[in-house]
């Protein structure tokens, strides 16, 4: 019994120490791709790191009550949760996580924790941003879900499951038994909703509040900045190894290095499709981007649900 | 014993004697009146007791048999409907003589004496000539007494009733010279028994639009209406309990004629009778003033007991009470209905007469000149009992009478009978507790005007309703009082009759009832009663479990326990709140027996004393009456869809879906769901989280244990597989789901916390309808976590938010904030409440997001799936838009300082709900296998792949484990929580206001919250989807209602030579209904 669970928290760590350096080295590697889009050189590659560190060495600190010191906390156990019910690798016990615990409409809600947690942590602070901020996060939330579930609908439908490991057990043997070829509208309407997920242009409304002065990350100073920092990436790692699993059939090779290999080809061109959107087209007001998701995503993914009912 | 004639020589001799008498003292001739009046009412029991024992009683006058004497006959029928009319006339003569303040003197007293000895006369004796001048000394003593007075009103009204006494008078005349050329005879009993080839078409026609004019029939009845707008209230009872008794009566001794020689005739009457109730109840709706909308509602009744009386299958009923009654007194069951129904009619008609008498004034228009007797309990009992008995509502004998004629009507298939009573039924409810909710009406409260629903300002809440009017002495009240106490005995024996032999337990409600009634009388403390209340439903809970089983134990967990748990919040205030326990414990245990009934009449007694307790519930609020008067109208509707679905006896899928509808009506369905945010909203605070959390479960629990009916195919020998497979489940799936995404949506944009806690609920029930509707083990244990898990987060909402709005003295969120400060429990308590509503894991409220989503798409029902998800998002809006506003930002001015924590009292529920939420949540197996058990007699799990494995529960589709989740999210919690313990260990706590942004700190902190239309964007992008249609589309059919009645109303116009026409118009059509030509 104690092996077993010793056993398993060294295989988490292990999963965590990869997702946390992978994920922060792809935060550096976009923030340069984006410079040179618009003609700058860039931030060095290894900045995240530099920042959460500098961040968690602040002295200073500042609170406005329990809420708000606790929302950063919610925020990174809502990251790192979602990651930890994911299967990362497909067949591998070191990175299986603990997907034992439930099927991707667990994932699924869990991605609300940390979200509606740090939404409480910034409402405390009082800052009139925060909650505007939310506000529309929230309001996009909800319309990307749409699509979203509908794709996630239409890929369960399809292979008779919910769970995780079986969906990505199914796109095995080459990739014309992706998802993404089996079923083309799930995974279109999934990636569509990927984009607003992942809070990047047009869909950046959300994070206005934050470029003036203050808004809910950066009213978060010293190491409450830093855990959310770290969380952003966890978070933006676990999303993307999400739809990797969903529509482009996972990741999987008898050498775990070279199924580590797989996902981050993967995982990088996905993250890579979305700042190549983001850096093309200009921002959505928040009711734009709410008719949006609810538009043609919806549609493609009605089609891919109606498809399977048929 | 005294013998018939007695009375009419003891009231004529009354009539005569008393202007003499009076001059001896006008206190020996009250006091010998009312002996008098006593006498009568005691002789016509001895009749009762004497037929029992020997049959009819048949007095001969002039020692001669008829035909050469005139006889006098007094069966049971007659019996018992003059023990009706001189226990009207003994109190309202009492009324008349001691309440009014232009008291009866000696004229009057011998006018009443007169009429009296005429209505006596009209019911006993059997001959047709004599009937004749009974009927003139009834109306011209009726006329001396309505014209008695200075109002020059009341002449005019007693001028068109001579008119119409005329007319009719002359027709019965006419008739009886032509009964008698054709057959040589004048006694009733010799004609029937000469049962001749005579053609006896026009005598009888004539005959009988004599009595019916005087019965009102439509649409020669608009001089009665005048009559009772202008006559004083004790007059009004007069007519319309004693006239028009005495008048049936003689209608019924008329029916062995009719039905032996014209049958058309009888077709003519029965049609007519039906017109007049559905057509009076229609106009009365458009009323303003509260005697004529009375008359009116006299009108209508008068018709129901005809058409009753004529249909000829009104009396098929096998109802146990009914038999027993009818064994009992030796009469035919229908005659047992329209005994019931007389008796109720005249007794609550007569007692809300006299309660006008002591309002302001008798006009309806004005809202703030209403709720005379908010507060007023003397006023408010008698009025309140006597609007149930009319509108045929348990206890009272007129609910057990029309469930033996629309079950009869329903076993014969007599569709459009029960529509029309129904119907008509149901506009008399709508008018005839419009006037009681508006005489209650706190003066604040807009009545049924559309109001804002984002009110200017919130005033706190005022602690003492005012009381209004006062009826000083209190026992001028006895009138009224007696009458009802008298009818609810009745009805009382009549249920105990009926639900005798295994469902006594259904009267306990009732009891409960009067026992809380009575603590609160004797002024107990409210504490001491909250605890009596519980061990109430403690007892009430020991003595009904062992008739439970798997699936009545968890909704007996849900009413019972749930209510329980509840009820410490009311320790909250000090103050009495009398009537507030006696509604809630009869609710509660109503909602129980739900569990427990034997029959169908015991679940449609149960289902109604549900509705009538909540109702008492709802209308408490301060601002209640439009959100009341709706609840009533639609709970009613909804039982009287079911109501007709029982009778039918299910018979194909159309009577299933009215069963279902009438359901979906009571649970706020789209659609039908305007009733339910203002029900909820506007209660008081303690009652809304009983209404919501509780009440709203008693829908669902039917639905489960009728699931049988809703899966009949509407087309079963359709060709097309799509088409066959249409079933009721079908649609309820759907409605379902658009009721869930309704709700959510809904909830978004209301500023005002309760309304948006209100229509969370609806969006609740969806879910409920819509996990129901799946029709497999997997969706039934889902419907079941819903509703169980439902009671918990919503109990615990509508409890926390009482305490804030206790403390901060408003409903609306944009007026709060920043309290968590001050409410850290309720604060928490709401933070768990929210999860758990909105799925997120670790707590429950995933368990139920899991269970929906595998049970959906294993049925195959992906689009479902799709806008379920969608509308739980937004769900999330709402919730954290109603934590955020209330807990978090910045406070408003002066509203900070000054505001605690919520009581104690509402405090422990919350905690108790919490600990049980957060048991539900570690262990979910706790909850699921208790439903799956309750489920696998209908839906046995092994069948769809439902298994556990340890603490893993398996669907076909996926798996879940909630113990790991739990510990799982623990660890992620606590281990960065530890982290930022260690590296940010010297923290500085901020004040309140200090805040910093867009570089500056603000002048006024406090005026930054944001929370004011808090989703504008969403409101851009998606509001088309809320605008207000159904209530536009309900409102659409009660102003078309009300026109309707408008223009039936018109042909009243108050002008007595086309009162005349109209008697003329109603005597052709008459004529043309019976066949006749010309």
Redesign the interface.
Same mark, same amino acid.
């Given at each position: 019994m104690l092996t077993s669970i010793l056993t398993k928290a060294l295989y988490t760590l292990i999963s965590f120490f990869v997702i946390l350096n992978y994920s922060l080295l792809l935060l550096g590697t976009m923030a340069r791709v984006r410079a040179k889009v618009q003609g700058r050189i860039g931030q060095p590659v290894w900045q995240p790191y530099i920042d959460i560190i500098k961040n968690?060495a602040r002295?200073? @600190?500042?609170?406005?009550?329990i809420?708000f010191?606790?929302g950063?906390?919610?925020r *990174? /156990?809502g990251g790192?949760?979602t990651y930890?019910?994911i299967p990362v690798i497909f067949g591998s016990k070191i990175f299986a996580n603990?997907s034992?615990?439930?099927?991707?409409?667990?994932v699924m809600?869990?991605i609300?924790?940390g979200q509606?947690g740090m939404?409480?942590g910034a @409402?405390?602070?009082?800052?009139?941003?925060s909650?505007?901020g939310?506000?529309?996060g *929230? /309001?996009q939330?909800?319309?990307f879900?749409?699509p979203f579930?509908?794709a996630v609908?239409?890929v369960?439908?399809q292979y008779?499951?919910?769970?995780i490991t079986e969906i990505v057990a199914a796109q095995q043997g080459g990739w014309q038994n992706w998802v993404a070829f089996t079923n083309p509208f799930a995974m279109a309407a999934g990636m569509l909703a990927f984009l607003g997920m992942s809070m990047n242009n047009p869909f950046s409304i959300v994070i206005a509040p934050q470029e003036?002065?203050?808004g809910p990350p950066t009213e978060m100073h010293?190491?409450?900045l830093?855990?959310l920092q770290t969380n952003r990436a966890i978070f933006n790692g676990a999303k993307m190894v999400l739809f990797m699993n969903l529509f482009f059939g996972g990741a999987a090779h008898p050498n775990i290095f070279i199924a580590l290999g797989i996902m981050i080809m993967k995982t990088f061109l996905i993250y890579l499709y979305v700042v190549f959107v983001g850096v093309s087209f200009p921002r959505f007001?928040?009711?734009?981007s709410?008719?949006f998701f609810?538009g043609v995503p919806t549609l493609l993914?009605?089609i891919a649900?109606?498809q399977?009912?048929i | 014993m005294v013998t018939p004639i007695v009375i009419i020589a003891a009231a004529l001799a009354m009539a005569f004697l008393l202007p003499v008498l009076e001059k001896a003292g006008k206190g020996l001739i009250k006091t010998l009146s009312l002996l008098v009046l006593a006498g009568f009412f005691a002789a016509s029991l001895s009749w009762v007791a004497q037929i029992l024992q020997t049959g009819a009683i048949i007095s001969q006058t002039a020692g001669f048999k008829a035909p050469v004497s005139i006889n006098l006959s007094v069966s049971m029928m007659e019996a018992t409907g003059l023990a009706v009319i001189y226990l009207v006339a003994l109190l309202s003569g009492a009324f008349q003589i001691f309440v009014k303040k232009a008291v009866w003197q000696g004229k009057e007293l011998s006018l009443y004496f007169a009429l009296i000895l005429g209505l006596s006369g009209l019911v006993m004796t059997r001959d047709l000539f004599n009937l004749f001048v009974f009927m003139e000394i009834t109306s011209i003593s009726l006329y001396g007494l309505l014209v008695s007075g200075r109002d020059e009103r009341r002449f005019e009204g007693g001028f068109k009733y001579m008119i119409a006494g005329g007319l009719s008078s002359a027709f019965y005349l006419i008739g009886v010279a032509f009964l008698y050329r054709e057959t040589g005879q004048l006694n009733l009993d010799i004609i029937v028994a000469q049962s001749g080839q005579a053609n006896l078409y026009l005598p009888l026609l004539l005959l009988t639009i004599g009595i019916l004019i005087e019965l009102k029939p439509f649409p020669a009845n608009g001089w009665a209406l005048d009559v009772y707008e202008s006559a004083d209230p004790g007059t009004g009872a007069v007519i319309s309990a004693m006239n028009t008794t005495a008048l049936i009566l003689v209608f019924m001794k008329l029916m062995p004629l009719l039905q032996a020689f014209g049958s058309g005739i009888v077709y003519a009457a029965l049609i007519i009778a039906g017109l007049t109730f559905f057509l009076a109840n229609l106009a009365g709706i458009r009323q303003t003033s509260g005697r004529r909308m009375l008359g009116y509602s006299s009108l209508a009744q008068t018709g129901l007991i005809l058409f009753v009386l004529l249909s000829p299958s009104a009396g098929l009923s096998e109802e146990r009470g009914l038999s027993i009654i009818a064994s009992m007194l030796r009469l035919d069951t229908i005659e047992v209905i329209a005994l019931a129904l007389l008796i109720n009619h005249a007794l609550a008609k007569s007692a809300l007469f006299w309660l006008t008498e002591f309002l302001k004034k008798d006009a309806l228009h004005k809202s703030s000149e209403e709720g005379d007797y908010r507060g007023n309990r003397g006023w408010l009992i008698p009025a309140g009992m006597a609007v149930l008995a009319l509108t045929a509502l348990p206890p009272f004998p007129g609910f057990w009478a029309k469930w033996a004629v629309i079950t009869s009507f329903g076993a014969a298939g007599n569709i459009g009978g029960i529509a029309v009573i129904l119907i008509g039924s149901l506009l008399e409810v709508y008018y005839l507790f419009r006037w009681f909710i508006r005489t209650q009406a706190h003066g604040e409260d807009g009545g049924d005007v559309i109001a804002p629903q984002v009110p200017e300002d919130f005033a706190p809440e005022a602690a003492p309703a005012p009381a209004g009017l006062t009826i000083k002495p209190a026992w001028q009240i006895f009138a009224p009082a007696l009458s009802i106490i008298i009818l609810t005995s009745l009805g009382l024996a009549w249920a105990f009759l009926s639900l005798s032999g295994g469902q006594e337990l259904l009267l306990l409600p009732l009891a409960a009832l009067a026992l809380y009634a009575l603590f609160d009388l004797i002024a107990l403390p409210f504490a001491v009663k909250n605890i009596l209340a519980m061990a109430g439903l403690g007892g009430y809970a020991y003595l009904i479990y062992g008739e439970l089983n798997n699936m009545t134990l968890i909704f007996g967990a849900v009413f019972i326990a749930g209510s329980l748990v509840q009820l410490f919040l009311l320790f909250n205030k000090r103050d009495k709140r009398s009537g507030l326990l006696p509604f809630l414990v009869m609710m509660i245990l109503s909602l129980g027996n739900l569990l427990v009934f034997k029959s169908s009449l015991g679940f449609f007694f149960s289902w109604e004393m549900m509705t009538v307790s909540s109702f008492f519930l709802v209308i408490r609020g301060r601002q209640a009456s439009r959100a009341s008067l709706r609840y009533i109208m639609f709970s009613l509707a909804g039982a009287f869809m079911i109501m007709y679905a029982l009778a039918d006896g299910f018979r194909g899928p159309l009577t299933g879906l009215v069963f279902a509808i009438g359901l979906l009506i009571k649970m706020g369905a789209i659609g039908f769901h305007i009733w339910l945010p203002g029900a909820y909203a506007e209660a008081e605070d303690e009652v809304s989280t009983f209404l919501s959390s509780v009440l709203s479960k008693a829908g669902l629990f039917i639905l489960f244990i009728t699931a049988g009916i809703y899966g009949q195919t509407f087309f079963p020998g359709a060709g097309n597989a799509f088409l066959a497979s249409i079933d009721i489940n079908a649609i309820l799936g759907w409605i379902g789901v658009i009721t869930a995404l309704a709700g959510a949506m809904m909830a978004l944009f209301q500023e005002d916390i309760k309304y948006t806690l209100a229509y969370s609920s609806m969006g609740q029930i969806g879910y409920m309808i819509l996990a129901f509707s799946i029709q497999s083990h997997l969706g039934w244990v889902t419907a079941l976590y819903l509703a169980v898990t439902h009671l918990l987060f919503k109990g615990l909402l509508f409890m926390a938010i009482a305490g804030v709005i206790m403390r901060t003295g408003t409903r609306l969120m944009y007026q709060m904030g920043g309290l968590i400060k001050k409410m850290p429990i309720s604060f928490i308590s709401v933070l768990l409440a929210i999860i758990a509503l909105s799925g997120v894991p670790p707590l429950t409220g995933f368990g139920g997001k899991w269970l929906l989503y595998s049970s959906l798409m294993e049925k195959g029902w992906y689009l479902h799936a799709g806008l379920a998800m969608f509308s739980s998002g937004v769900a999330f809006l709402y919730l954290f838009r109603l934590i955020h506003t209330i807990f978090l930002g910045q406070p408003k001015t002066g509203m900070f300082e000054n505001i605690k924590e919520a009581p104690i009292w509402g405090l422990i529920p919350q905690a108790i709900f919490m600990m049980v939420i957060m048991g539900f949540s570690m262990f979910p197996s706790l909850l699921i296998k208790p439903l799956q058990a309750a489920v696998e007699m209908v839906y046995p799990a092994a069948a769809e792949g439902v298994a556990w494995q340890g603490s893993t529960v398996l669907s076909s589709l996926g798996y879940w484990n909630g113990s790991a989740v739990m510990y799982v999210t623990m660890g992620v919690f606590l281990i960065p929580l530890a982290w930022l313990m260690i590296v940010n260990g010297r923290i500085q706590k901020v004040k309140q206001f200090n805040i910093v942004f867009a570089a500056e700190r603000p002048y006024k902190p406090e005026t930054t919250h944001y929370a004011y239309n808090f989703f504008s964007h969403y409101q851009k992008a998606l509001g088309f989807l809320v605008e207000v249609r159904a209530e536009r589309f309900w409102t659409m059919i009660r102003k078309s209602t009300d026109a309707l009645g408008g223009l039936v109303r018109r042909i009243y116009s108050g002008n007595a030579q086309t009162y005349a026409f109209h008697i003329i118009i109603f005597v052709i059509l008459f004529h043309l209904l019976a066949g006749g030509t010309f």
């Amino acid at each position: 019994m104690l092996t077993s669970i010793l056993t398993k928290a060294l295989y988490t760590l292990i999963s965590f120490f990869v997702i946390l350096n992978y994920s922060l080295l792809l935060l550096g590697t976009m923030a340069r791709v984006r410079a040179k889009v618009q003609g700058r050189i860039g931030q060095p590659v290894w900045q995240p790191y530099i920042d959460i560190i500098k961040n968690n060495a602040r002295r200073s @600190g500042v609170t406005h009550g329990i809420m708000f010191y606790l929302g950063p906390v919610f925020r *990174l /156990a809502g990251g790192l949760g979602t990651y930890f019910f994911i299967p990362v690798i497909f067949g591998s016990k070191i990175f299986a996580n603990f997907s034992f615990s439930g099927d991707v409409l667990l994932v699924m809600y869990f991605i609300f924790f940390g979200q509606l947690g740090m939404a409480l942590g910034a @409402g405390e602070s009082g800052h009139p941003y925060s909650p505007i901020g939310v506000a529309r996060g *929230l /309001a996009q939330m909800t319309a990307f879900e749409l699509p979203f579930s509908l794709a996630v609908i239409a890929v369960a439908a399809q292979y008779g499951s919910f769970s995780i490991t079986e969906i990505v057990a199914a796109q095995q043997g080459g990739w014309q038994n992706w998802v993404a070829f089996t079923n083309p509208f799930a995974m279109a309407a999934g990636m569509l909703a990927f984009l607003g997920m992942s809070m990047n242009n047009p869909f950046s409304i959300v994070i206005a509040p934050q470029e003036i002065p203050i808004g809910p990350p950066t009213e978060m100073h010293s190491s409450f900045l830093g855990m959310l920092q770290t969380n952003r990436a966890i978070f933006n790692g676990a999303k993307m190894v999400l739809f990797m699993n969903l529509f482009f059939g996972g990741a999987a090779h008898p050498n775990i290095f070279i199924a580590l290999g797989i996902m981050i080809m993967k995982t990088f061109l996905i993250y890579l499709y979305v700042v190549f959107v983001g850096v093309s087209f200009p921002r959505f007001r928040t009711e734009q981007s709410i008719r949006f998701f609810l538009g043609v995503p919806t549609l493609l993914g009605l089609i891919a649900v109606i498809q399977q009912m048929i | 014993m005294v013998t018939p004639i007695v009375i009419i020589a003891a009231a004529l001799a009354m009539a005569f004697l008393l202007p003499v008498l009076e001059k001896a003292g006008k206190g020996l001739i009250k006091t010998l009146s009312l002996l008098v009046l006593a006498g009568f009412f005691a002789a016509s029991l001895s009749w009762v007791a004497q037929i029992l024992q020997t049959g009819a009683i048949i007095s001969q006058t002039a020692g001669f048999k008829a035909p050469v004497s005139i006889n006098l006959s007094v069966s049971m029928m007659e019996a018992t409907g003059l023990a009706v009319i001189y226990l009207v006339a003994l109190l309202s003569g009492a009324f008349q003589i001691f309440v009014k303040k232009a008291v009866w003197q000696g004229k009057e007293l011998s006018l009443y004496f007169a009429l009296i000895l005429g209505l006596s006369g009209l019911v006993m004796t059997r001959d047709l000539f004599n009937l004749f001048v009974f009927m003139e000394i009834t109306s011209i003593s009726l006329y001396g007494l309505l014209v008695s007075g200075r109002d020059e009103r009341r002449f005019e009204g007693g001028f068109k009733y001579m008119i119409a006494g005329g007319l009719s008078s002359a027709f019965y005349l006419i008739g009886v010279a032509f009964l008698y050329r054709e057959t040589g005879q004048l006694n009733l009993d010799i004609i029937v028994a000469q049962s001749g080839q005579a053609n006896l078409y026009l005598p009888l026609l004539l005959l009988t639009i004599g009595i019916l004019i005087e019965l009102k029939p439509f649409p020669a009845n608009g001089w009665a209406l005048d009559v009772y707008e202008s006559a004083d209230p004790g007059t009004g009872a007069v007519i319309s309990a004693m006239n028009t008794t005495a008048l049936i009566l003689v209608f019924m001794k008329l029916m062995p004629l009719l039905q032996a020689f014209g049958s058309g005739i009888v077709y003519a009457a029965l049609i007519i009778a039906g017109l007049t109730f559905f057509l009076a109840n229609l106009a009365g709706i458009r009323q303003t003033s509260g005697r004529r909308m009375l008359g009116y509602s006299s009108l209508a009744q008068t018709g129901l007991i005809l058409f009753v009386l004529l249909s000829p299958s009104a009396g098929l009923s096998e109802e146990r009470g009914l038999s027993i009654i009818a064994s009992m007194l030796r009469l035919d069951t229908i005659e047992v209905i329209a005994l019931a129904l007389l008796i109720n009619h005249a007794l609550a008609k007569s007692a809300l007469f006299w309660l006008t008498e002591f309002l302001k004034k008798d006009a309806l228009h004005k809202s703030s000149e209403e709720g005379d007797y908010r507060g007023n309990r003397g006023w408010l009992i008698p009025a309140g009992m006597a609007v149930l008995a009319l509108t045929a509502l348990p206890p009272f004998p007129g609910f057990w009478a029309k469930w033996a004629v629309i079950t009869s009507f329903g076993a014969a298939g007599n569709i459009g009978g029960i529509a029309v009573i129904l119907i008509g039924s149901l506009l008399e409810v709508y008018y005839l507790f419009r006037w009681f909710i508006r005489t209650q009406a706190h003066g604040e409260d807009g009545g049924d005007v559309i109001a804002p629903q984002v009110p200017e300002d919130f005033a706190p809440e005022a602690a003492p309703a005012p009381a209004g009017l006062t009826i000083k002495p209190a026992w001028q009240i006895f009138a009224p009082a007696l009458s009802i106490i008298i009818l609810t005995s009745l009805g009382l024996a009549w249920a105990f009759l009926s639900l005798s032999g295994g469902q006594e337990l259904l009267l306990l409600p009732l009891a409960a009832l009067a026992l809380y009634a009575l603590f609160d009388l004797i002024a107990l403390p409210f504490a001491v009663k909250n605890i009596l209340a519980m061990a109430g439903l403690g007892g009430y809970a020991y003595l009904i479990y062992g008739e439970l089983n798997n699936m009545t134990l968890i909704f007996g967990a849900v009413f019972i326990a749930g209510s329980l748990v509840q009820l410490f919040l009311l320790f909250n205030k000090r103050d009495k709140r009398s009537g507030l326990l006696p509604f809630l414990v009869m609710m509660i245990l109503s909602l129980g027996n739900l569990l427990v009934f034997k029959s169908s009449l015991g679940f449609f007694f149960s289902w109604e004393m549900m509705t009538v307790s909540s109702f008492f519930l709802v209308i408490r609020g301060r601002q209640a009456s439009r959100a009341s008067l709706r609840y009533i109208m639609f709970s009613l509707a909804g039982a009287f869809m079911i109501m007709y679905a029982l009778a039918d006896g299910f018979r194909g899928p159309l009577t299933g879906l009215v069963f279902a509808i009438g359901l979906l009506i009571k649970m706020g369905a789209i659609g039908f769901h305007i009733w339910l945010p203002g029900a909820y909203a506007e209660a008081e605070d303690e009652v809304s989280t009983f209404l919501s959390s509780v009440l709203s479960k008693a829908g669902l629990f039917i639905l489960f244990i009728t699931a049988g009916i809703y899966g009949q195919t509407f087309f079963p020998g359709a060709g097309n597989a799509f088409l066959a497979s249409i079933d009721i489940n079908a649609i309820l799936g759907w409605i379902g789901v658009i009721t869930a995404l309704a709700g959510a949506m809904m909830a978004l944009f209301q500023e005002d916390i309760k309304y948006t806690l209100a229509y969370s609920s609806m969006g609740q029930i969806g879910y409920m309808i819509l996990a129901f509707s799946i029709q497999s083990h997997l969706g039934w244990v889902t419907a079941l976590y819903l509703a169980v898990t439902h009671l918990l987060f919503k109990g615990l909402l509508f409890m926390a938010i009482a305490g804030v709005i206790m403390r901060t003295g408003t409903r609306l969120m944009y007026q709060m904030g920043g309290l968590i400060k001050k409410m850290p429990i309720s604060f928490i308590s709401v933070l768990l409440a929210i999860i758990a509503l909105s799925g997120v894991p670790p707590l429950t409220g995933f368990g139920g997001k899991w269970l929906l989503y595998s049970s959906l798409m294993e049925k195959g029902w992906y689009l479902h799936a799709g806008l379920a998800m969608f509308s739980s998002g937004v769900a999330f809006l709402y919730l954290f838009r109603l934590i955020h506003t209330i807990f978090l930002g910045q406070p408003k001015t002066g509203m900070f300082e000054n505001i605690k924590e919520a009581p104690i009292w509402g405090l422990i529920p919350q905690a108790i709900f919490m600990m049980v939420i957060m048991g539900f949540s570690m262990f979910p197996s706790l909850l699921i296998k208790p439903l799956q058990a309750a489920v696998e007699m209908v839906y046995p799990a092994a069948a769809e792949g439902v298994a556990w494995q340890g603490s893993t529960v398996l669907s076909s589709l996926g798996y879940w484990n909630g113990s790991a989740v739990m510990y799982v999210t623990m660890g992620v919690f606590l281990i960065p929580l530890a982290w930022l313990m260690i590296v940010n260990g010297r923290i500085q706590k901020v004040k309140q206001f200090n805040i910093v942004f867009a570089a500056e700190r603000p002048y006024k902190p406090e005026t930054t919250h944001y929370a004011y239309n808090f989703f504008s964007h969403y409101q851009k992008a998606l509001g088309f989807l809320v605008e207000v249609r159904a209530e536009r589309f309900w409102t659409m059919i009660r102003k078309s209602t009300d026109a309707l009645g408008g223009l039936v109303r018109r042909i009243y116009s108050g002008n007595a030579q086309t009162y005349a026409f109209h008697i003329i118009i109603f005597v052709i059509l008459f004529h043309l209904l019976a066949g006749g030509t010309f």
